[in-house]
């Protein structure tokens, strides 16, 4: 089955300092990636739709300044949490659609971000 | 708006059968999907239905009625490692998916 990376796991930083996570697809070109956040016993929310070589969708309520998307290939999405503060401490999961497998999502195994 | 239900928790005894009802009210419909999630990690693809009916695959069955707006996830001959949040996602019209709140599922000995 198709396979998703996602850089770093898990990620401790500084409040005000800023955070990249990168999410590739390692055997196959995915033209839409999808940011998630999940924070603790809640389910999936869809912060923002990644489409290569476009910008991305944000869903309502996520500051686009404040997260920003860069879909620059096929195979690689990055987030970066701009001035990170603690109430961003989540579990980011990205997912990507391969064209050829209907509409299924292929996660990445999620980066834990803590803000101290 | 869009809609997804499902219950917010389950508990079964190992060995037992359990079935995770989800019921949807979304703008179009172009295929529905279960999901497993265990704690700390991401979700993991379990089925696909478009089409009505019982798809089966091993212990877990999944079925579907696109007129009733309602899918079901059977799991059979539960094991302690099926613990875990079962979350049902729509596609819809525009070809999003939209994510149900999960089912976290507990099984006990």
């Known amino acids: 089955g198709a396979v998703v990376s996602q850089h770093p796991s898990w990620v401790i930083c500084k409040s005000g300092t800023s955070v990249k996570i990168e999410c590739r697809s390692l055997d196959f070109q995915a033209t839409t990636m999808f940011w998630y956040r999940q924070f603790p016993k809640q389910s999936l929310m869809l912060m923002a739709t990644s489409n290569e070589g476009s910008k991305a969708t944000y869903e309502q309520g996520v500051e686009k300044d404040k997260f920003l998307i860069n879909h620059a290939s096929l195979t690689l999405s990055t987030l970066t949490v701009t001035s990170a503060h603690p109430e961003d401490s989540s579990f980011y999961i990205c997912?990507?659609?391969?064209?050829?497998?209907?509409?299924?999502?292929?996660f990445g195994p999620g980066t834990r971000l803590t803000v101290t | 708006g869009q809609n997804i239900d499902q219950p917010t928790e389950m508990t079964a005894t190992e060995g037992a059968i359990v079935q995770i009802n989800c019921t949807y009210q979304?703008?179009?419909?172009?295929?529905l999907f279960w999901y497993q999630q265990h704690a700390g990690e991401a979700p993991t693809f379990l089925s696909y239905?478009?089409l009505d009916g019982l798809e089966e695959k091993g212990r877990f069955s999944s079925f579907l009625s696109r007129s009733k707006g309602y899918s079901y996830l059977l799991l059979k001959e539960l094991q302690m490692k099926d613990s875990a949040s079962y979350l049902c996602?729509?596609?819809?019209?525009?070809?999003?998916?939209?994510w149900g709140a999960g089912t976290k599922l507990i099984i006990k000995p």
């Open positions: 239905n478009v």
């Open positions: 979304t703008s179009g419909f172009n295929g």
């Open positions: 997912s990507a659609r391969d064209p050829g497998q209907d509409y299924e999502q292929y």
């Open positions: 996602a729509v596609v819809d019209s525009n070809y999003q998916l939209i």
